[in-house]
T-cell receptor, first 113, second 110 residues
Framework: EPEVTQTPSHQVTQMGQEVILRCVPISNHLYFYWYRQILGQKVEFLVSFYNNEISEKSEIFDDQFSVERPDGSNFTLKIRSTKLEDSAMYFC???????????FGPGTRLTVL | GEDVEQSLFLSVREGDSSVINCTYTDSSSTYLYWYKQEPGAGLQLLTYIFSNMDMKQDQRLTVLLNKKDKHLSLRIADTQTGDSAIYFCAGQKGYQKVTFGTGTKLQVIP
């Protein structure tokens, strides 16, 4: 069964460093999302992406964040200068056109020291 | 925006039924979901219900939706230790972002 994959599973970085979290959505999906979950808290929407553009973003998704689909298979989330409070589990999701269900990846745990 | 609330913790004995409750604020949510998250793992979609339905049953899972009270529940029959996890209620309007609840940690006592 097709699934969303994410790499790495765990990323440790120093405060102020740039990180890139990678996702490979399901191949025929056209809509892509990033969510995050700070430890012990709810899963929060960050951004949605379609047709090489951001279609919606939350207040969390400030200028330090960017997303890109650099090729036909990857979808990335970049954090330019990480802060301690960026430590969280980051989930990628994707969905088909005209289908509601978003399929979630296993997540990348980001730890900022 | 949508706000989704759940009780934080539920403890049940193996073999009993579990009922996890959720309230939401946005009555225009068209899809309501239940996700399961095991420790250190991702989000597994368990089941969903359309807003025009009152109930959906899927094997051991029963979802009840009370639109008037904006209340959603998930009943797990014959709860097993493997059901121990965090359960998230979530709402979605059309094709938009999914808004998650705070999560309910289900502990199943053998």
């Amino acid at each position: 069964e097709p699934e969303v994959t994410q790499t790495p599973s765990h990323q440790v970085t120093q405060m102020g460093q740039e990180v890139i979290l990678r996702c490979v959505p399901i191949s025929n999906h056209l809509y892509f999302y990033w969510y995050r979950q700070i430890l012990g808290q709810k899963v929060e929407f960050l951004v949605s992406f379609y047709n090489n553009e951001i279609s919606e973003k939350s207040e969390i998704f400030d200028d330090q964040f960017s997303v890109e689909r650099p090729d036909g298979s990857n979808f990335t989330l970049k954090i330019r200068s990480t802060k301690l409070e960026d430590s969280a589990m980051y989930f990628c999701a994707s969905r088909e056109d005209r289908v509601n269900e978003q399929f979630f990846g296993p997540g990348t745990r980001l730890t900022v020291l | 925006g949508e706000d989704v609330e759940q009780s934080l913790f539920l403890s049940v004995r193996e073999g009993d039924s579990s009922v996890i409750n959720c309230t939401y604020t946005d009555s225009s949510s068209t899809y309501l979901y239940w996700y399961k998250q095991e420790p250190g793992a991702g989000l597994q979609l368990l089941t969903y219900i359309f807003s025009n339905m009152d109930m959906k049953q899927d094997q051991r899972l029963t979802v009840l939706l009370n639109k008037k009270d904006k209340h959603l529940s998930l009943r797990i029959a014959d709860t097993q230790t493997g059901d121990s996890a965090i359960y998230f209620c979530a709402g979605q309007k059309g094709y938009q972002k999914v808004t998650f609840g705070t999560g309910t940690k289900l502990q199943v006592i053998p």
